[in-house]
């Protein structure tokens, strides 16, 4: 600091000097002027920095002193999970020296945003060690090369300069401003819904729609089958089943639509906007590439063909090329809000929240009847860390669209950031989250993420008597019902039957069929199961995972084998770069700040991947938990230790799996404390 002082000095000084009249005079005064400016701004940035250091230090003397302090940095799979087991085992263990371990996690978000908020949190919680086990999100996210800004070294070492470059980042997602911070005004009851109703059908389609863009997918089917079958010749109706179909992850159905829409005589340029939509569902770029630019040569102001062609840059780690296409798109038309939530969900999808919410707030002071838009934008709050901000919006928003279910469960969620998490029947959960039949089924499975089966099963069976004609709610209440806190493996296979009965294709119900036939270690069956939903699904992750826990049980290596090396290929080779870029970017700001990292490896797979992507840093302590999750379920079973497989070969740990999970990170960090780190 003194250094900058000294050269501010010296710049005025040179300024004085150099008032001569001639030009050369001026210009040097000018310079000088400006040098002066910016060192004075680089002073201020730096007092700033020093008294927000001493603030955090205020925070971290508020902790036990001289304890040892561990952040915990992952997804749902830490909040509320191992950290306070691992807090309670290392004060066991600790030989007299006292941890406090930080709940770092945050449920749904990827690596994207555990990076670009490590700074605030290590400022924050000032750790001596951090512990992380992320990267399970990051499948189909494109990885995003700027997430913390440049790796330049005037970036690290100039205040001045990281400050211009992160407000010309903002005033880019602003487009030089214009959309201001603060919040538009929900549309008022009745906006937008007075538009003439037009033909049946054509109210069938527009209600459909409007139904998928809130995710109410079945309620969109009726709806949307009921216009396909009132005009057969509407190559409208056959495009938006087309994108029903997509949502539903039936690519099988969705080809049939889409040469229903051929014959209906739909548009080229739609045709190959719709064929795109479907190859990047599949993962297809190449061919979804191939078709967009079709499209575009069809019609070149498609903004959907566009869009669908920036997604594909994306997806294929051209994330600057994607991001100055959507920004494109909206300067060339900034008055059209369509524009601007296409900029706000690629943001979005690539953990920029703070830039998604400039972006739909721009869009929304154009167009504010957009319900999906307006709960994007509540997201972004949550996902920014402001769930109060977050809540205050989801209340509007219930109170404008209570049939915005998304809006319900988001409203929860950020509840629960703020702790507000009492669901033993609280106002705000009565009058606010328990009122349609699939809130009720969301929550059910939230409880039974908790451990609250008491809570899960009263409120399924509530959704199941006020929809008895929905298989997800029999799928769901049989999985609540062969919990092994409940083991009620009768009725459990009941309710899965009359799942069947009304949907003999679903897979979900299959799926707890298949699981509810492991814990009652019925080999061969739970395998037949697991075999059907391949069938439908060839690289459904679960049931690949689950197929190889049946064949670790059957003693059948070389099926084993196979059904492991398919799961680990379903499960995300398109994650692996963006996971190893920012493991090494946390690595790198952990290293700056003096901090030892531990790296966690997931229940059940193997910690080789983690040590090749951190191969050559130094002190990083890795944690293994593949043999001993392997073997422990060898011995008990799965269930024993998880309450889910929603990853395949691994899901949510129970009490008694967090523990072991605990356990092992327990003994690398007293390990690493007592020696070298591995």
């Not at 770092?104 to 750790?127: C, D, K, M, S």
Request: hydrophobic share 45%.
């Amino acid at each position: 600091m003194p250094a900058y002082c000294i050269i501010l000095v010296a710049a005025l000084d040179f300024a004085a000097v150099s008032s001569a009249h001639d030009m050369k005079g001026k210009l040097c005064a000018s310079a000088a002027g400006l040098a002066a400016a910016v060192l004075l701004l680089e002073a201020v940035l730096r007092l700033g920095g020093c008294a927000l250091a001493w603030g955090a230090r205020w925070h971290s003397w508020t902790m036990p002193a001289g304890a040892y302090r561990i952040l915990c940095l992952g997804e749902s799979t830490t909040r509320r999970q191992y950290p306070k087991p691992l807090e309670d085992i290392l004060n066991e263990r600790g030989q007299g020296r006292r941890f406090v371990v930080i709940d770092g996690g945050v449920g749904i978000i990827n690596t994207n945003y555990v990076v670009a908020h490590l700074a605030e949190n290590l400022a924050r919680y000032q750790p001596d060690l951090v512990v992380a086990m992320i990267g399970s999100n990051d499948r189909g996210v494109a990885y995003l090369k700027d997430v913390t800004g440049t790796d330049t070294w005037l970036f690290g070492h100039s205040r001045a300069f990281r400050l211009a470059v992160l407000l010309g980042r903002a005033a880019r997602a602003r487009l030089s401003g214009g959309a201001g911070d603060g919040i538009p005004d929900l549309p008022p009851p009745g906006w937008g819904d007075g538009a003439s109703p037009g033909t049946a059908r054509e109210h069938h389609l527009r209600q459909g729609a409007l139904l998928l863009d809130f995710g109410r997918v079945r309620a969109a089917a009726a709806l949307l089958g009921l216009a396909c079958r009132e005009a057969p010749q509407d190559p409208e109706a056959w495009l938006l089943m087309t994108r029903l179909e997509l949502t539903r992850r039936q690519p099988e159905a969705a080809r049939r639509c889409l040469g229903r829409a051929e014959a209906a005589g739909a548009g080229r340029a739609e045709l190959r906007a719709a064929w795109g939509r479907y190859h990047a569902a599949q993962g297809d770029w190449s061919a979804a590439r191939s078709a967009f630019r079709q499209a575009l040569a069809l019609r070149p102001a498609d903004l959907r063909a566009r869009e669908g062609l920036a997604d594909v840059l994306a997806h294929e780690g051209k994330v600057r090329e994607a991001e100055e296409e959507y920004l494109s798109m909206a300067r060339e038309a900034p008055q059209d809000p369509e524009r601007w939530f296409t900029l706000g969900r690629f943001y979005r999808a690539q953990g920029r929240h703070g830039e998604a919410a400039a972006a739909l707030r721009r869009g929304l002071r154009l167009d504010p009847g957009r319900p999906q838009a307006w709960n994007l934008l509540a997201q972004s709050f949550r996902l920014d860390g402001h769930p109060a901000a977050a809540e205050k919006l989801y209340r509007g928003l219930l109170r404008r669209w209570p049939a915005l279910f998304a809006s319900r469960t988001g409203l929860y969620a950020a509840m629960v950031d703020q702790g507000k998490d009492n669901m033993d029947g609280s106002v705000d959960f009565q009058e606010y989250v328990l009122r349609e039949p699939h809130d009720v089924r969301d929550l059910s499975l939230l409880a039974a993420r908790r451990g609250q089966w008491l809570h899960a099963e009263a409120w399924i069976r509530q959704a199941v008597a006020r929809e008895p004609w929905n298989p997800a709610g029999h799928a769901n209440l049989g999985m609540i019902l062969s919990a092994p806190v409940l083991a009620r493996y009768g009725e459990a296979q009941r309710e899965l039957r009359r799942a069947f009965a009304i949907d003999p294709d679903g897979v979900p119900a299959r799926l707890v069929l298949a699981q509810l036939l492991y814990r009652q270690r019925r080999w061969a069956e739970a395998a037949a199961q697991y075999r059907e939903v391949l069938a439908r699904r060839p690289t459904h992750p679960a049931a690949l995972g689950g197929l190889a826990l049946v064949y670790e049980q059957l003693r059948r290596p070389g099926l084993l084998e196979e059904a492991r090396r398919r799961a680990d290929e379903a499960v995300g080779a398109q994650s692996a770069p963006m996971t190893r870029e920012n493991y090494l970017k946390m690595k790198a700001l952990l290293d700056r700040r003096g901090v030892g990292l531990v790296a966690v490896q997931y229940p059940m797979r193997s910690v080789e991947p983690l040590r090749r992507i951190l191969a050559g840093a130094a002190g990083v302590t890795f944690v293994d938990n593949e043999r001993s999750f392997r073997e422990a379920v060898a011995r008990e079973g799965y269930f024993a230790f998880f309450i889910d497989n929603f990853a395949g070969d691994f899901g949510h740990c129970n009490a008694k799996g967090n523990r072991l999970l605990a356990s092992n990170i327990a003994d690398a960090v007293l390990a690493r404390l007592a020696g070298p780190a591995r």
